[in-house]
């Protein structure tokens, strides 16, 4: 069973930075892909970013540029460094796990992100 944990929301100004993490536990063996999900009031969950246990990486157009993820073996921790953040970024976050051979998903209890003046 894989846990996850979220951490690293909050408040900021447009055109600010935050970094998000998510510290995962009871992950054995390779083949999977972390990532992060935003879902906005009234809207839809979406894919922000994923990065492969092999180190692909994949973003939404809306982040590129912007959003960086990355992976922390030694502490099973995943990154989401979020850079020149903008109101339409306001978004509950959340952390996923799947495993890729057979699809298993596990998720955060999501972080809240409120990019505002």
Do not use: H
């Not at 944990?5 to 055109?15: A, K, R």
């Not at 906005?40 to 492969?52: F, H, M, Y």
């Not at 990154?79 to 796990?97: G, H, I, R, W």
């Amino acid at each position: 069973q894989v846990q996850l944990v979220e951490s690293g929301g909050g408040l900021v100004q447009p055109g600010g930075s935050l970094r998000l993490s998510c510290a995962a536990s009871g992950i054995i063996g390779n083949f999977y892909v972390m990532g992060w999900y935003r879902q906005a009031p009234g809207k839809q969950r979406e894919l922000v970013a994923t990065i492969t246990s092999s180190d692909y990486t994949e973003f939404a157009d809306s982040v590129k540029g912007r959003f960086t993820i990355s992976r922390e073996n030694a502490k099973n921790t995943l990154y989401l460094q979020m850079n020149s953040l903008k109101p339409e970024d306001t978004a509950v976050y959340y952390c996923n796990f799947r495993w890729l051979y057979n699809g298993v998903n596990y998720w955060g209890q999501g972080t809240q992100v409120t990019v505002s003046a």
